[in-house]
């Protein structure tokens, strides 16, 4: 791909790294700024960097805030004693979609996957099970993606956990095997988080197959 500019090649360049942009789509979505009155494009840019410079972990749950508490941790009319573990912040953005989940989260920030030189220590865990410990827990639901690498990660903590008057969940899985959790329905997985299964039986009826 020719360019007559190099601030334009530049521009083209950054922009193709997003995920999923092309070449050609980001030569289309920058010649579109170009276009565009130059405040839409400053603005447009001063929230990317506000967001990089300035946005925060929540202390608790680790999804992304502007404060020490994101908002769902902070919220005293959800139900404490009820954590939804999940991959990432995209996956508490799914089921927050669904409206039928009235619990807290933990986000790991990943999941185990010895092929990609993901270990338990670069995941959020050691803080999950230190709040499961706390005793102020009652039930923790297991709600990564059905795949091998999510089910590694599920029995990993399953072990971890001392706490014998838990209740340990899983999603129902109306989440086809193999799929991501960002990607399902709406109702679909709203359906899983309230049909959710005893995580025990699910390991039980994995293990026979």
């Given amino acids: 791909m020719e360019f007559s500019s190099k601030l334009l090649e530049k521009a083209v360049s950054e922009m193709a790294q997003l995920p999923g942009i092309g070449k050609r789509t980001a030569l289309r979505l920058v010649l579109h700024l170009l276009k565009q009155p130059s405040d ?109 690498e999510g089910d590694t990660t599920n029995f990993y903590i399953y072990k971890q956990i001392n706490a014998t008057d838990l209740i340990l969940s899983t999603i129902a899985r109306g989440i086809a095997v193999g799929d991501e959790l960002e990607y399902a329905d709406e109702v679909t997985l709203g359906r899983s988080i309230l049909q959710r299964v005893p995580f025990e039986s699910s390991f039980k009826t994995t293990g026979s197959n």
């Fill in 40 to 148: 839409q494009t400053r603005f447009l840019s001063e929230s990317l960097l506000n967001m990089r410079n300035d946005i925060r972990f929540c202390t608790s749950c680790h999804n992304i805030s502007d404060t020490e508490l994101c908002q769902i941790c902070a919220n005293t009319s959800r139900n404490h004693q009820l954590i939804c573990v999940v991959e990432d912040i995209r996956d508490v953005m799914a089921i927050e979609n669904t409206g039928q989940y009235k619990g807290i989260y933990h986000v790991l920030g990943g999941k185990i996957s010895p092929i990609d030189g993901v270990g338990p220590s670069q995941l959020n865990i050691n803080s999950l099970i230190e709040k499961v410990n706390s005793g102020q827990v009652k039930e923790l639901i297991f709600a990564l993606s059905s795949t091998m």
